[in-house]
Nanobody, 124 residues
Framework: VQLQASGGGLVQAGGSLRLSCAAS????????LGWFRQAPGKDREFVSG????????SYADSVKGRVTISRDNAKNAGYLQMNNLEPEDTAVYYC??????????????????WGQGTQVTVSS
């Protein structure tokens, strides 16, 4: 499964962005979808995850209440709606597909497929 993340950009603090993850094939619908981010000099960290049928979701404490993950298996796509963005959210954001559905994995090593990343920059 090939993934492509898009939707990043430059926004002011308090603004919103919606990231998209497009998958190359319908097999995507059987995988959990995760969003991760990596800031310069830092490790890649878990942001949010959703299982194959959208029944289970998970969020990092740092984004809980500001971020909503969703997916549309009919379109082979996933989304990350980010509101009230903060400068600390600045990072490259990656989408990933993995087999662990419940509980959703927060470890990058447990995801099998990765998109190329999209830059999110939040100015203060």
């Amino acid at each position: 499964v090939q993934l492509q993340a898009s939707g990043g950009g430059l926004v002011q603090a308090g603004g919103s962005l919606r990231l998209s993850c497009a998958a190359s094939e319908s097999a995507f619908s059987g995988y959990a979808l995760g969003w991760f981010r990596q800031a310069p000099g830092k490790d890649r960290e878990f942001v949010s995850g959703i299982n194959w049928n959208s029944k289970f979701t998970s969020y990092a404490d740092s984004v809980k209440g500001r971020v909503t993950i969703s997916r549309d298996n009919a379109k082979n796509a996933g989304y990350l709606q980010m509101n009230n963005l903060e400068p600390e959210d600045t990072a490259v954001y990656y989408c990933a597909a993995g087999i662990y559905q419940q509980p959703l994995s927060k470890f990058p090593g447990q995801y099998n497929y990765w998109g190329q990343g999209t830059q999110v920059t939040v100015s203060s």
